[in-house]
């Protein structure tokens, strides 16, 4: 069974940093493009990073591009997302998913405030 567990989010002011991981298990976690996608309240799903199994591509929003960086450990079976210069647009929750696309499984989600 596929689980993807979230942590690393919480309560941070505009400008701030937060580092997100998610711990897989319960499948070949080396052979899985990841994503990190985020829903805002009261709006949709969106795509926010994505990284290959290998680690060399990564995609990124482009509302995100240049502040947030994504990362994996495949020894750890953990992806990463390293968040700069938050701004209070980025408040959501963000989920960790299977696949490039961010179209597979998700986890539980870990809360981001970004607010002074």
């Known amino acids: 069974e596929v689980q993807l567990v979230e942590s690393g989010g919480g309560l941070v002011q505009p400008g701030g940093s937060l580092r997100l991981s998610c711990a897989a298990s319960?499948?070949?976690?080396?052979?899985?493009?990841m994503s990190w996608v985020r829903q805002a309240p009261g709006k949709g799903l969106e795509r926010v990073s994505s990284?290959?199994?290998?680690?060399?591509?990564?995609y990124y929003a482009a509302s995100v591009k240049g502040r947030f960086t994504i990362s994996r450990d495949n020894a750890k079976n953990t992806v990463f997302l390293q968040m700069n210069s938050l701004k209070t647009e980025d408040t959501a929750d963000y989920y960790c998913?299977?696949?490039?696309?961010?179209?597979?499984?998700r986890g539980q989600g870990t809360q981001v405030t970004v607010s002074s």
């Open positions: 998913a299977t696949r490039f696309d961010g179209l597979g499984t």
């Open positions: 319960g499948f070949t976690f080396k052979t899985y493009g």
């Open positions: 990284i290959s199994t290998d680690g060399v591509t990564t």
